[in-house]
Structure formats: C-alpha cells, structure tokens
C-alpha cells in the first residue's frame, strides 16, 4: 500500500519534473536548467523559477527601410511608395532582424 503511494508520486514527480523542462525550452531559462531546478528543488520551486523567466518568442522580421525618408515596411516593395509619391524612386534595403 505504501509502495504503491511511492510509485505513484515518483510518476507523477517525473512527470511534473518533465513537463516543466519542456515548458523552461521554451523560456530563457533552457530545458536542461528547468530539469534540474525542478528535480533538485521539487517541481513546486521549479515552476516558480520556470514562469519568472521570461518567453522565448524568436521571431524572424524582415524589414524594407527606406535610405531616404526612413520608413519601414514589412511586406516587399521594390521602390519606397512613400517616395514615390514624390516622384522619387529609391530601393529600399532588406533588413532581418530577430526580437525576443
Ligand atoms: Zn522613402
């Protein structure tokens, strides 16, 4: 009877202990960390440390600038529509970018 409590909660602890190294791959913190943090100092404190960090969130930007008037787009444009509208045609340069 007793065993099978300890069966259970071994389970349950490796399962809470994975959960939360999956969740800390996707955070700063790393998955190997949250793993570690989790197991060493229960899942309970690894949860907390796990959700402080902050989210992950690469995301890949591509940008047009314009050399002239200085304005971004985000969607593809050969020559600046800004600028032509002043008659003015200028390449825009092609600039990548990733925020967190
Ligand atoms: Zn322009």
Same mark, same amino acid.
């Given at each position: 009877m007793?065993?099978?409590i300890i069966?259970?909660g071994s389970? /349950?602890?490796l399962? /809470?202990?994975?959960?939360?190294a @999956?969740?800390?791959s996707k955070?700063?913190?790393g998955g190997? @960390?949250?793993? /570690?943090y989790?197991f060493?100092?229960?899942?309970v404190?690894?949860?907390i440390?796990?959700f402080?960090?902050p989210?992950?969130?690469?995301l890949h930007?591509?940008?047009y @600038?314009c050399?002239?008037?200085g ?9 600046c ?7 003015v045609n200028?390449?825009l340069?092609r @600039?990548s970018m990733?925020?967190?």
């Amino acid at each position: 009877m007793d065993q099978d409590i300890i069966i259970v909660g071994s389970a /349950l602890y490796l399962f /809470l202990v994975a959960s939360l190294a @999956k969740l800390g791959s996707k955070r700063d913190i790393g998955g190997k @960390k949250s793993f /570690l943090y989790s197991f060493c100092l229960t899942p309970v404190v690894g949860f907390i440390i796990v959700f402080s960090s902050p989210k992950k969130d690469i995301l890949h930007i591509v940008h047009y @600038k314009c050399s002239r008037c200085g304005l971004e787009f985000t969607d593809y444009h050969r020559n600046c529509p800004s600028c032509r509208k002043e008659g003015v045609n200028v390449r825009l340069s092609r @600039k990548s970018m990733h925020t967190y």
